[in-house]
């Protein structure tokens, strides 16, 4: 088993928690996408749900534990795509939440945050001012602060991927995963090298937002300037030192991917699956096109961990 935060009995137990809506989503084997990048990929699609993003899983989680402590006043910090998943999570269980996010975040994420009926607070900034401003109005108010992949609940939340992928998925080698917090690919690393230890478990990230992946070659936190890249849901700058660690125990490798290559991901995705993706989510298949020599005659599994997208950006990016 490894040794990190999370705990594989947890894990299991998580499925008896989470809202049946947001688990065992669509798995399954894309071979026109395959032919185009030269070995079988199979999609795990965590796009359909009610808030079209992986983060439910883990939103699921905090918000049902807050419920059972009998707390409901809970601030986050997010990119996006958390704030809105805790939204719809904590509206059915009778939290207040506030989300703290950047005015440079898509306009169709704070728009969804917003119609569930949670108070937004927008900063200037990056997602790290959002950070350091969710710090600060938690303590004023003596509120529950979520932090996305240090509360180990939303690495959990997330790792359920993982059994859905060892249960559904014959003969994979290789799972890509978008790295931002880490909360994602700590959880399904987790599964997977306790259950599917063969599989190759790598983390993909924008070139323009690098810091867990430097982080995770150079074995300590590394953090960088400002990023730039479109993929927002994972552009963060300063690692989490324990989720860091956790990385470094189940991950295989991580590779870093050029902003063209994600457009082009978005653009197969639409192409082929038919799928409308944000850029986060097509960091795997950007992966691939960036090294098809490495997954030539492989099995990949990719994840599309999120669809909030504004339609105006996604059309200039993909469909120009």
């Given at each position: 088993m490894p040794r990190t935060r999370l705990d594989l009995d947890r894990i299991h137990?998580?499925?008896r928690v989470i809202d049946p809506v947001f688990l065992d989503t669509p798995l399954y084997r894309c071979d026109t996408l395959g032919r185009q990048l030269?070995?079988?990929v199979s999609?795990?699609?965590e796009t359909a749900n009610p808030v079209r993003s992986f983060k439910a899983r883990g939103a699921e989680l905090v918000a049902s534990g807050l419920a059972g402590q009998g707390r409901t006043?809970?601030?986050?910090?997010?990119a996006g795509n958390l704030g809105q998943a805790l939204s719809w999570s904590g509206r059915r269980r009778g939290l207040a939440v506030t989300v703290v996010a950047?005015?440079?975040?898509?306009v169709a994420k704070l728009d969804r945050i917003r119609a569930l009926g949670s108070a937004l607070e927008l900063v200037d900034g990056d997602f790290e001012a959002a950070r350091e401003r969710a710090a600060r109005v938690a303590r004023r108010r003596g509120a529950r602060l979520v932090e996305d992949s240090l509360d180990v609940e939303t690495c959990e939340g997330a790792a359920t991927i993982g059994l859905e992928l060892v249960g559904g998925v014959p003969d994979f080698d290789a799972v890509l995963l978008a790295l931002g917090g880490g909360a994602m690919a700590s959880g399904v690393g987790h599964v997977l090298k306790a259950l599917a230890p063969g599989v190759e478990v790598i983390c993909?990230?924008?070139?323009?937002?690098?810091?867990m992946t430097r982080s995770w070659h150079e074995r300590r936190v590394v953090t960088t300037e400002p990023v730039d890249t479109i993929a927002d849901g994972v552009a963060g700058r300063l690692p989490i030192p324990a989720v860091l660690a956790d990385l470094l125990t189940v991950v295989d490798d991580a590779v870093l991917v050029r902003e063209s290559s994600i457009v082009a991901g978005m653009r197969l995705l639409l192409e082929h699956p038919?799928?409308?993706?944000?850029?986060s989510a097509a960091l795997g298949v950007a992966a691939v096109l960036e090294d098809r020599d490495r997954f030539a005659g492989r099995h990949v599994v990719t994840v599309v961990c999120g669809s909030n997208v504004d339609l105006g950006a996604y059309q200039r990016w993909v469909l120009r």
């Open positions: 137990a998580a499925r030269g070995c079988t999609i795990k699609l006043d809970v601030v986050c910090a997010s950047s005015r440079a975040a898509p993909v990230q924008p070139a323009g937002a690098p810091a038919g799928l409308v993706v944000e850029p």
